[in-house]
């Protein structure tokens, strides 16, 4: 593992499998959390005293390039250990056994997330939270309790529970000063971080926060209509604002109700049926159309039901965005495999 480190150190280039197998998936997800540098924060230095190492201040997440990262590159490490167990020590095995002289597949990522996934150093990141009520909210916190729910049933459960904690503690009192929502098609869209803790509150451990969630998001935008599909998509987006609202709409609303809002809200969604236009897959901000293209695709495959092309033009989205799976340096590749494989997880129908 220290092997993995030290090349991915020595290299901006990510080694992301041509195939995009899930077995290079797991390889860069390893790379990735264990890469100290480069690296992002995201806090407010008050003084020199806040000028320390990533690694001190975030015992798990220093890795990654930036902490919400690093968060969900654990996440997709647990899920594919949940999920593909047998292609990863196949996969895994073969490709890495030689070069490292270890027995690697999914006994490696399992070490990997042993060392990472402490009860002290997740009491760490808890306490980072709660002192710094801002810090990563809504995105981080969402990909946090997501994390968790991924753990639950598995010998990192206990050990997430604290962070879970920390984010049950802090999203209620968040919501009820939240007047209106977020809209950006970037981390603080607040449509995007509600849809994951809807699909995380119960698993993780807290179904508590359904609750307020649902009471937040009918709250903010029960009665929207006729949105701005036209504007869409702004040059950094790796989110639809529209079709993360719609997504989270689908989870709270009951099938007829659903049905009815989604005609008022998106009369016309012919502007997100067709992929953006990616000119620089290497610049860090036009790169997050590449995830566009993959969250476009999980949501329009939720709400296929309701919208016609919908499906079709999720695939479509799809074939662009798994062009460039090969080709990413790690400006794009420390957080893309994660949506890539999100694109392809099963979708629920509304609710009700």
């Not at 041509?18 to 890469?35: W, Y």
Request: glycine share 6%.
């Amino acid at each position: 593992m220290n092997a993995l480190a030290r090349d991915a150190a020595a290299s901006n280039r990510s080694s992301w499998d041509a195939s995009a197998s899930n077995a290079g998936f797991a390889r860069l997800a390893m790379e990735n959390i264990t890469r100290a540098y480069p690296y992002a924060p995201a806090q407010l230095l008050r003084g020199p005293e806040d000028l320390v190492p990533p690694r001190e201040r975030h015992p798990v997440f220093f890795g990654s390039y930036d902490w919400h990262s690093s968060v969900h590159m654990h996440w997709l490490l647990v899920h594919l250990l949940r999920t593909t167990r047998a292609q990863l020590d196949a996969e895994l095995d073969a490709e890495l056994g030689a070069e490292l002289g270890a027995e690697l597949g999914a006994e490696a990522v399992e070490a990997l997330l042993d060392t990472q996934l402490t009860l002290p150093a997740v009491r760490q990141e808890a306490r980072y939270l709660l002192d710094h009520p801002g810090f990563e909210r809504p995105y981080g916190w969402a990909w946090l309790l997501t994390l968790a729910a991924e753990c639950a049933d598995t010998r990192w459960a206990q050990a997430l529970a604290p962070a879970a904690e920390a984010v049950a503690a802090l999203l209620p009192a968040w919501l009820e000063k939240a007047t209106y929502p977020v809209r950006h098609g970037v981390h603080s869209n607040s449509a995007f971080a509600l849809g994951l803790v809807l699909d995380a509150a119960a698993p993780a451990g807290h179904p508590e926060l359904e609750r307020p969630v649902r009471a937040t998001l009918l709250r903010w935008f029960e009665q929207d209509r006729a949105a701005p599909v036209h504007w869409e998509p702004s040059g950094q987006d790796f989110l639809s604002p529209t079709l993360c609202e719609a997504e989270a709409m689908r989870r709270v609303l009951p099938q007829d109700r659903f049905t009815e809002w989604l005609a008022r809200f998106l009369p016309e969604a012919g502007p997100l049926l067709t992929p953006p236009r990616i000119s620089d897959r290497a610049d860090p901000q036009i790169g997050h159309l590449i995830g566009l293209c993959f969250s476009r695709a999980a949501a329009l495959r939720g709400l296929a039901p309701f919208m016609a092309g919908a499906g079709e033009a999720a695939q479509a989205h799809l074939v662009v965005a798994e062009e460039f799976l090969a080709s990413t340096d790690f400006t794009t590749a420390h957080w893309l495999a994660t949506f890539a494989v999100r694109a392809r997880m099963p979708r629920g129908v509304a609710a009700g």
